[in-house]
C-alpha cells in the first residue's frame, strides 16, 4: 500500500539574540526564567523589535533550498491560550510567508535522486518549555520556563512527497547538514529540530503526528503510524482524521484531542510589526559549498570512493576534519576516518571536535609508512580516545606506539618468533607434513599471539612456511 | 451579521465564561462594533496604509534580561525559578 508523508520542520536559528527582543538564546545551562525580558513575557506596552539576523538566516535557507522569495511578506498573530504563550498569541507567518515553492533533491530508498517539493518556509517564535514532573501532589499544575519563549524559528513545509520512513529520516538528515553548511543552526542543541508529520495510506485518512523532537523519533513515529493504520484497514476500519502525539520514550502515537480547528486560530496581521520586503537582500547572500557539492569535490579531488565521500560530507564538521588529515594519501585517511574512527567515536559517545586533527594525522603517518599494522594503529586510537573520554590530555598515537612496543615487529625479533612456535609445536609440524591444512594456520595464531599483533599475519605465515618446508629438507 | 453562537464560540476561545442570558446583549455589541468598519471602508483612501514604512529592524545585539526576581514578581506560584501554571495536556 502506497504511503504518502509529509513534514513540517520546526528549526531553531542560531542567532545571539531572540526574535524580537535583545535577549541572549544562549540559556542552555542557565535556570529557567533568566533570559527572559519585558517582550518574551508579554507585559503590557512591551513591543517586538525584529532581528535582522534572523531575516537573513531565514533568506539563506531559502536560498540553499531554491525557493522563491516573495516581493512582500508580513507576520500573523495565531491565537490561543496556552500557558507556554504569555501573549495569548504566537508571532509566526500566515498567508505571506517569507519564500514558497522550493525543492531539495535526496536518494529515494532505491538509490536514485528524487525531488522534494518544498512548499513554504516562515519565521515564527518559538514558544517556551512546559515541565511536567510526577508525584501526586505535582499532577495539577506545569512548570513554565519562558528562556525559549523567543527564540527564532523556521519552519519548512514540504508537499507529500516522501514515500516511505527512511526517505523521510534521508530528507531530515540532508536538511540539518544544509542548515549547519549554512551556518544557521546548532543540530546538537537540545530540540533544536522538532517535526511534525502528516501520513497517510493512498485512498484513506490523513492523520497528523505531532511532537517528534529527534532524528530517529521521525523514522519510529511514521514506522509505527504506518504498522497501525495498516491495521486498522485491515480490520475494516476507516482511519479518523486526527492529531496524533508521539510518545518517544514508548516509540507509538497517540490520538490527542486536537486544541483547536485552523479558523479557531482567529490569525490576522500582526500590528506591531511592519511588512518585510528583503527579497534583493538574496544578492548579498553568497552560500558555502553545500553537501553535494563537497561530495562531488571529494570524490574528485582526492580520489575517495562516492561511499566514503557521503559519509564525509554527511557532517560539515566531519568533513572539515578530514580535509585536515587527508594529507599525502587522502584514500588511507578516508577509510580510517570513514571505516574505524568513526565507529570508534560512536561507541564512547563522543564528537568528532573532541579529536585534535593532528593526532590523528600523527597515526595516519605510521600507518602509512607501515610502522605498525592495522591492528596497533587500532589499539593506539582506542587508547587516545579512552584518555580523551576520560578527561584526559590524549596521548600522540606515535607515543602510544612507542610506550606499548608497538613497531611492528621485524627482523630478528620476527625470525625467532617462528622459529620458537615451529619449535614449541612438534605435533603441529607433523600434522602439517601429513597434509592437514589447519595446522599452519594454528602456528601462525600462536605466533601472533607472542607478537600481540604487531606482525601481519600474512608475513608471519610465509615466514613459518618456509621454516616448515626447510625442515622437510 | 454575527450570530449569538458565534458569540459563543469565540467567548470560548477566549476562555471567558459568558451566561446564557448575556449572549444576547454581547451579540447586539459585536454587530455594532463590525458596524464601524464598514463605516471606516466607506472613507477614501482608508487602508492606504504607509507602503514605504517596511523592514524595520533591530541588531542582533545581546541587551540584559530582567533580573529573575522581577521576572516571577508578578507570577501567583512558583517553584525554583519556574513559574506555576495549569496542567495542560
Known amino acids: 500500500m502506497k504511503v504518502i508523508i509529509g513534514l513540517e520542520i520546526h528549526c531553531q536559528l542560531n542567532t545571539d539574540t531572540k526574535l524580537f527582543c535583545g535577549c541572549s538564546t544562549d540559556y542552555r545551562d542557565d535556570p529557567p526564567n533568566t533570559h527572559v525580558c519585558p517582550v518574551c513575557l508579554a507585559l503590557p506596552g512591551a513591543l517586538p523589535r525584529l532581528n535582522t539576523k534572523a531575516v537573513e538566516y531565514a533568506l539563506r535557507v531559502a536560498k540553499a533550498l531554491n525557493l522563491e522569495v516573495a516581493e512582500e511578506c508580513e507576520f500573523s498573530r495565531k491565537n490561543y491560550f496556552y500557558p507556554d504563550l504569555p501573549k495569548g498569541y504566537q508571532i509566526t507567518q500566515y498567508d505571506r510567508p517569507l519564500a514558497e515553492r522550493g525543492v531539495v533533491e535526496i536518494e529515494a530508498d532505491d538509490g536514485t535522486p528524487k525531488e522534494v517539493r518544498i512548499t513554504r518556509i516562515h519565521l515564527e517564535e518559538d514558544p517556551g518549555r512546559l515541565v511536567h514532573r510526577s508525584g501526586r501532589d505535582r499532577a495539577g499544575y506545569s512548570l513554565v520556563d519562558y528562556n525559549r519563549s523567543g527564540i527564532p524559528l523556521i519552519e519548512i513545509v514540504t508537499e507529500p512527497d516522501l514515500r516511505s520512513p527512511k526517505e523521510a529520516r534521508r530528507f531530515l538528515n540532508k536538511l540539518r547538514n544544509t542548515l549547519e553548511y549554512l551556518e544557521v543552526f546548532d543540530g546538537e542543541r537540545e530540540g533544536a529540530i522538532r517535526v511534525d508529520a502528516n501520513i497517510s495510506l493512498v485512498g484513506h485518512n490523513r492523520v497528523e503526528c505531532k511532537n517528534i523532537s529527534s532524528y530517529k523519533g521521525v523514522e519510529k513515529a511514521l514506522t509505527f503510524e504506518i504498522t497501525r493504520q495498516k491495521n486498522q484497514i485491515a480490520r475494516g476500519h476507516e482511519i479518523t482524521r486526527e492529531t496524533r502525539h508521539f510518545n518517544e520514550g514508548r516509540g507509538i502515537t497517540m490520538s490527542s484531542r486536537s486544541k483547536e480547528e485552523e479558523t479557531d486560530y482567529r490569525y490576522f496581521p500582526e500590528p506591531d510589526l511592519r511588512p518585510l520586503r528583503v527579497r534583493d537582500w538574496l544578492d548579498d547572500i553568497t552560500l558555502p559549498e553545500l553537501p553535494d557539492a563537497r561530495k562531488a569535490r571529494f570524490v574528485a579531488q582526492y580520489g575517495i570512493s562516492h561511499n566514503h565521500a557521503r559519509t564525509l560530507t554527511g557532517d560539515m564538521k566531519l568533513a572539515n576534519f578530514y580535509e585536515k588529515v587527508a594529507g599525502d594519501d587522502p584514500v588511507l585517511a578516508a577509510t580510517w576516518v570513514a571505516d574505524t574512527l568513526l565507529g570508534e567515536l560512536n561507541y564512547r559517545d563522543m564528537k568528532i571536535d573532541r579529536v585534535p586533527p593532528a593526532h590523528f594525522a600523527d597515526l595516519l603517518a605510521l600507518v602509512r609508512v607501515d610502522a605498525i599494522t592495522d591492528r596497533s594503529g587500532v589499539d593506539a586510537l582506542r587508547t587516545m580516545l579512552d584518555e580523551g573520554a576520560a578527561g584526559e590530555e590524549m596521548e600522540l598515537p606515535s607515543a602510544v606506539v612507542d610506550r606499548f612496543g608497538l613497531r611492528k615487529a621485524a627482523g630478528d625479533e620476527f625470525d625467532e618468533v617462528a622459529a620458537q612456535v615451529v619449535e614449541a609445536h612438534p605435533d603441529a609440524v607433523a600434522d602439517y607434513h601429513n597434509g592437514k591444512g589447519g595446522a599452519l594456520n594454528f602456528l601462525v595464531g600462536q605466533a601472533m599471539r607472542e607478537t600481540r599483533g604487531r606482525a601481519d599475519a600474512r608475513d608471519l605465515g610465509r615466514r613459518i612456511k618456509e621454516l616448515l618446508e626447510n625442515k622437510e629438507a | ?89
Open chain 2, 1 to 89: 451579521m454575527i450570530s449569538e453562537r458565534e458569540v459563543e464560540s469565540i467567548a470560548k476561545l477566549a476562555d471567558i465564561r459568558i451566561q446564557k442570558e448575556e449572549l444576547g446583549e454581547f451579540t447586539v455589541q459585536f454587530n455594532a462594533i463590525l458596524e464601524y468598519f464598514d463605516v471606516l471602508d466607506r472613507v477614501e483612501a482608508a487602508g492606504e496604509g504607509r507602503a514605504d514604512l517596511v523592514n524595520v529592524f533591530r541588531e542582533d545585539e545581546v541587551r540584559p534580561s530582567l533580573p529573575v526576581e522581577d521576572v516571577l514578581a508578578n507570577a501567583g506560584s512558583t517553584e525554583e525559578t519556574f513559574i506555576k501554571g495549569p496542567r495542560v495536556m
